[in-house]
């Protein structure tokens, strides 16, 4: 469904088709919960934004520079709420059976699962990496270093005593991790089963099609007009 | 006459050196473990305990590298010639550090992680991951997600989590150090509970000796990667007071005392073990 | 002295971490701070060094309110040494990693050297003086991790959970030194749930549960009350669960210590064996 929002963004600069793609996934936002982080992800994407605005104004109309800052907006609405709504999990299980992955990972790594499973560990790991992450900055600050003192290059070098625990703490975590995984049976055998399978719903194949649909048009329509910008 | 237990645990000479170090980890280790015994493993820092623990699950010397030396036996595997996938079977393991064994969104993913590199089938799956839960007291958890739980929750999904593979033995390296002394003792009841109820043998690793000393039977010290005491744990709490004392075991506060008073002639008899033991010792002394 | 006034603090999330706490600290004292996971512990030694500023109330370090006071100065008299070494441990020797809370304090180049030197010598880490701490064993990089906050020489020293994974004798020597620091003038916090180490080493202790402090007095009185251990999630020592059982022979209700109790029990088993020669 993504690449339903995405083809049409990224084949039109038009106006009016930016604010109906904003616009069409404000109710996703609203059933899938995230609104309030979207809100967040949007005040982190103002500084972009603004960027994309500026610079297009300047090697463009300013109607082009209004589209294009809609479309960013749309690609970062369309991508958050893609991970917004999707668990790591049903991701990896997602992952798990496109046999192009299974393929590459039987290759690189040996086993079929490898590779979706090493995707979605990382996420996993990722909000207790920050919870370490403020940690190893509170332990060095109580020994005096003060991260917003100095000049740029004493800024950059005061980064160090941060991340090199950091780092050294996520290898040793994963080494224990990959241990205690290894101690359960992990990669198994080819024939490893899942306890929990995605299953597809009458909503999910309603999607899909309507999908398809809004592809199909896009690129129907790109080659058959030119829409401009307003 | 009843049967004596198999012996499910023979090492004979089983030593490790890893990769890179100086010298051997362990050295030398004769071992003969039977079925539903509860060990207690022990030493200084650095004897070898940790390393003796990874060979009887096949980390070692699946994961760790290094020289090996001797055999190991585990129930009827030898750990040399089979991947740590299938010793995971027979063996399972529970980590020091409750948080980094734990790693699915939810604690019912995660216990069905085992059985599912088993390759089993759903049904069968959906069946242990059930019994695990039910027989652990971790059923209410088992939609949160790890990082939300306790410690000492955190350590009895870890338990599930191992169960789920049927397992004959458990080895339990220090498992509670970073659990509170109330979530300690809840988990090394349990355990002895779990060995009860479904036959396994376990063997813990602990420097506190008082938490486990109600429970185990056998105590093995180790000293520099050999193994300096393997007994009985009342008769080598007894007669090897001062070897462990001088080792720096944290022998049980009570023994300690019984020794003490027993030097000063004031009490006689047996060095007791844990604290009913000794209260009734104590009291027999006292009503003389 | 460090003094908090009726600190209460809240996380961002609403939730309360601390509620109403009241506290001294001056040079000498050895104090436990104990609680279950999650009591406000570490929030509480946060609060010490300016990490976390109350949201009620206030912190004052040596008459200085630690709101209006940066972390690095309030580290240079209040030591924080975390429970995780690896947390810290970032240089190539272990004479760097000592020397670092030195250089950012602004210590002379040979001030330095020197204090690293003393304090590798007081903690026995002399020998590994040019090792990198990433090839010494746990209890070693605990050790380095404390020989670093130490070597600034702070007035008041805050230890999270020294004593985790350590046998017995490192903890003995863990045990001998803190003596030292406080018997030296100095203030030694240490937060633990090891309540047999506590036992053996009579701190004062404060029990904290859910924020609160529930109780703070001498280490035997505290412990041996089996209901303020409970809320704490904690158990009372081995020596005072003994003595429960042998209460019908006058024996006082607050013994933790095995020492204390052998000599009760010396003098009790003496009697009786004096009272048997004479009956025979």
Redesign the interface.
């Known amino acids: 469904m993504v690449i339903a929002v995405l083809v049409p963004a990224l084949l039109f600069a038009n106006i009016y088709v930016m604010i109906i793609l904003l616009l069409s996934q404000l109710p996703l936002l609203l059933v899938g919960k995230v609104a309030r982080r979207w809100a967040l992800s949007l005040r982190a994407g103002v500084f972009l934004s603004a960027l994309i605005f500026v610079v297009n104004l300047f090697t463009g109309s300013y109607l082009s520079a209004i589209a294009l800052t809609l479309r960013f907006l749309v690609l970062l609405t369309s991508f958050s709420l893609f991970f917004m709504t999707t668990?790591?999990?049903d991701l990896g299980l997602a992952l798990d059976r496109i046999g192009a992955i299974r393929w590459l990972s039987r290759r690189w790594l040996g086993y079929p699962n490898a590779l979706s499973f090493t995707f979605t560990?990382a996420v996993?790991?990722v909000?207790?990496l920050a919870v370490?992450a403020q940690?190893?900055v509170?332990?060095?600050?109580?020994?005096?270093?003060?991260l917003d003192k100095g000049n740029l290059l004493k800024r950059v070098r005061n980064y160090?005593?941060i991340l090199?625990?950091l780092l050294?703490?996520a290898i040793?975590?994963s080494l224990?991790?990959?241990?205690?995984?290894?101690?359960?049976?992990?990669?198994?055998?080819?024939?490893?089963?899942?306890?929990?399978q995605l299953k597809f719903r009458p909503v999910d194949y309603a999607i899909i099609a309507l999908s398809v649909v809004a592809i199909a048009g896009s690129f129907w329509v790109f080659f058959h007009y030119k829409i401009p910008v307003l | 006459m009843a049967h004596a237990p198999r012996e499910i645990i023979i090492a004979k000479n089983l030593g490790f050196q890893y990769v890179g170090a100086r010298k051997a980890a362990i050295q030398g280790i004769d071992l003969s473990i039977r079925e539903n015994e509860f060990i207690l493993l022990t030493g200084p820092s650095g004897c070898g305990k940790t390393s003796l623990c990874r060979c009887l699950n096949g980390l070692i010397p699946n994961f760790y590298q290094g020289e090996w030396t001797g055999e190991l036996l585990v129930d009827g595997l030898s750990v040399t010639t089979q991947l740590t996938s299938e010793l995971s079977r027979k063996v399972g393991y529970v980590f020091q550090n409750p948080e980094n064994q734990l790693f699915a969104l939810t604690v019912e993913k995660d216990i069905a992680f085992g059985p599912e590199n088993l390759g089993l089938s759903r049904q069968e799956i959906r069946q242990r991951v059930d019994e695990a839960m039910n027989v652990t007291g971790t059923l209410p958890l088992k939609d949160l997600a790890p990082y939300e739980l306790s410690g000492g929750q955190q350590q009895r999904v870890a338990l599930a989590g191992v169960l789920a593979m049927k397992p004959s033995v458990i080895v339990l390296d220090e498992p509670t150090s970073f659990l509170d002394p109330r979530t300690a003792e809840e988990i090394m009841r349990a355990t002895d509970d779990l060995r009860r109820e479904l036959g396994l043998t376990i063997v813990v690793v602990e420097h506190r000796l008082d938490l486990v000393s109600r429970y185990a039977e056998r105590i093995i010290v180790m000293d520099g990667g050999k193994i300096v005491a393997d007994g009985d744990l009342e008769e080598t709490l007894d007669e090897k007071f001062d070897l462990l004392q001088g080792l720096g075991v944290g022998v049980p506060r009570v023994s300690l005392l019984w020794t003490m008073l027993r030097r000063d002639g004031l009490v006689s008899g047996k060095v007791p073990t844990h604290l009913e033991s000794a209260a009734a010792s104590l009291q027999g002394m006292m009503n003389q | 002295m460090i003094t908090l006034d009726r600190v209460s603090y809240t996380y961002r999330s609403g939730q309360r971490a601390l509620t109403d706490i009241d506290l001294n600290l001056e040079g000498g004292d050895f104090i436990a701070i104990m609680g279950e996971n999650g009591a406000g512990k570490t929030t509480l030694a946060k609060h010490l060094n300016g990490l976390l500023k109350p949201s009620q109330g206030r912190v004052l370090v040596d008459g200085e309110d630690t709101r209006k006071a940066s972390v690095a100065k309030l580290s240079r008299k209040v030591g924080l040494v975390f429970q995780n070494p690896d947390h810290l441990l970032f240089s190539e020797t272990v004479r760097d990693e000592v020397a670092f809370g030195l250089k950012n304090f602004g210590f002379a180049p040979d001030v330095v050297d020197k204090q690293v030197e003393r304090t590798l010598e007081a903690l026995g880490l002399s020998e590994y003086t040019d090792t990198s701490p990433f090839l010494l064993s746990g209890g070693e990089r605990k050790r380095v991790a404390l020989a670093a906050i130490l070597a600034t020489e702070p007035d008041y020293l805050i230890l999270d959970e020294p004593t985790i994974g350590q046998d017995y004798q490192q903890k003995e020597r863990l045990r001998n030194f803190i003596l030292q620091l406080y018997s030296q003038g100095k203030a030694v916090v240490m937060i633990t749930h090891d309540v047999e180490f506590v036992a053996e080493s009579n701190p004062k202790v404060i029990l904290l549960s859910q924020g609160r402090i529930v109780a703070r007095g001498p280490a035997d009185s505290v412990l041996s009350k089996d209901e303020l251990v409970k809320k704490a999630s904690l158990v009372r020592p081995q020596m005072s669960r003994l003595f429960s059982e042998l209460t019908n022979y006058g024996f006082p209700s607050d013994v933790i210590d095995v020492h204390r109790a052998r000599l009760l029990l010396e003098e009790k088993l003496s009697e009786a064996k004096v009272r048997v020669a004479q009956n025979s």
């Open positions: 668990s790591p999990d560990t996993r790991l909000p207790t370490d940690t190893v509170d332990a060095q600050r109580s020994r005096g270093l003060e160090i005593p090199i625990p050294l703490i040793r975590r224990e991790l990959a241990e205690a995984l290894e101690s359960r049976g992990f990669p198994g055998k080819e024939g490893r089963t899942s306890l929990f």
